[in-house]
């Protein structure tokens, strides 16, 4: 929903921009560019130190912009993954994966292990909470007639993986909203090597790629 100022009228942001000077440095900023109007020059200095700093923000900040820079277009979202892990030096890494991509999840632990790295790995249908028992009603469920359903618990996910005390953790498909609940209740910050979209193969991206997409704006 467009963000309304006080008359009614749409408040413009970056998707409305189609100059991106905040990126480019070569023409002028829009009239109601965020980084003009929005971000000071205080918190910018802030926001620098903290890169700056020898602290695991500063390592992320730092490690991300590095590993974008040496191998844009060259390594795969689990390659850079791998590469992450090891230069922010996260000693344990959780997965909370969604059970319909165990497969995956299988997968990359394996990965991890081969390059060292220790892991645990918790399914989002931990806890085993039947969604009848959560008020949830029939067609609420994905196979009807009266089958056990297990509801997923995200935050469950965040709490079993809090006590391991990782040091990052990965989401592999997590549910629309139960990926926001997950990364609500982590402690530890959560990067994202899967989005689940069973409708388009696990790549969301392509319904604003093609003809697919027309019918969300009906």
Known sequence: ???????????????????????????????FCVTTNK?????????????????LEGRMAISS?????????EKTR?????????????QKVGIATCIGLISEAKTFAKILQKNGINYVTVVCKVGGEDKREMGLAEEDKIRKGGVDETMCNPILQARVLNREK????????????HDALFAKHSDAPVTTLIVKDRVLGHN???????????????
Request: charged residues 25%; negative net charge.
């Open 204 to 218: 969301p991206v392509a319904a604003l790629y093609s003809k697919y997409y027309n019918r969300l704006y009906q």
């Open 78 to 90: 689990v390659e850079e993954t791998i590469l992450f892990i090891k230069a922010i030096g996260a």
């Open 39 to 55: 971000v000071s020059e205080a918190e910018i200095k802030e926001i620098d130190a903290i890169y700056g700093g020898d602290t």
């Open 1 to 31: 929903m467009d963000k309304k100022t006080g008359d009614g009228t749409r408040e413009y942001s970056c998707s409305d921009c189609g100059v991106f000077n905040c990126r480019n440095h070569n023409t002028q900023y829009p009239p």
């Open 166 to 177: 990782t040091d990052l953790n990965v989401a592999i498909g997590l549910c629309v909203g």
């Open 65 to 73: 912009a590095q590993i974008e820079g040496r191998y844009y277009c």
